[in-house]
């Protein structure tokens, strides 16, 4: 198989998952989450993980996650939002068509609020993803083939503009 059609990067709760399939939709692609395939794999959440095991641990699922899903997916791929951490994450992604979907703190915290199965945001929800934000956002856009904001726009927003950015017609 080729590399993935387009990869989603960008923070817990701005949509990768939602547009990655309207997309993969849209350009009669598949659709895949490394996410899902971590959830799959290991037969319980990413939150059960993080209080099981720990970050490194789930940190480590991940890498072998996005490795495997970079080589044999050719669809639409969206990663969790820590997965930019890796700096062999960072390499693999090189060349790629990739979309950081970005929103602001305050948009965060609305999608997000204090969904437990988060477990990056579990105590202060505004403080944390100001942080992990600060953290990451220079990661996000060190990868980005476009930058796609989402605040206020609806997911078919979203998608429409993602399509612009990289200029791909519909199937």
């Known amino acids: 198989m080729s590399s993935p059609l387009i990869v989603l990067?960008?923070?817990?709760?701005?949509?990768?998952?939602?547009?990655?399939?309207?997309?993969?939709?849209?350009l009669g692609a598949g659709y895949r989450d490394t996410d899902d395939d971590i959830v799959a794999a290991q037969g319980r959440t990413i939150a059960e993980i993080f209080v099981d095991e720990g970050e490194a641990a789930f940190r480590a699922l991940e890498k072998e996650a996005v490795t495997r899903a970079v080589a044999e997916h050719d669809g639409v791929l969206a990663l969790g939002g820590g997965a930019i951490?890796?700096?062999?994450?960072?390499?693999?992604?090189?060349?790629?068509?990739v979309v950081y979907l970005s929103m602001d703190v305050?948009?965060?915290?609305?999608?997000?609020?204090?969904?437990?199965?988060?477990?990056?945001?579990?105590?202060?929800?505004?403080?944390?993803?100001?942080?992990?934000?600060?953290a990451r956002r220079h990661l996000y856009e060190e990868v980005a083939t476009a930058v796609v904001p989402t605040?206020?726009?609806?997911?078919?927003?979203v998608t429409r503009a993602v399509l612009d950015a990289l200029e791909l017609k519909e199937a």
């Not at 609305?110 to 993803?129: D, E, I, M, S």
């Not at 605040?151 to 927003?157: A, L």
């Open 85 to 97: 951490l890796d700096a062999g994450t960072r390499a693999l992604l090189a060349g790629r068509r």
């Open 151 to 157: 605040d206020g726009r609806t997911p078919e927003e």
């Open 106 to 134: 305050e948009e965060a915290v609305r999608r997000t609020g204090l969904n437990t199965a988060r477990p990056l945001l579990a105590v202060n929800p505004r403080k944390q993803w100001r942080e992990l934000m600060e």
């Open 9 to 26: 990067v960008g923070p817990m709760g701005v949509g990768k998952s939602t547009v990655g399939r309207l997309l993969a939709e849209r």
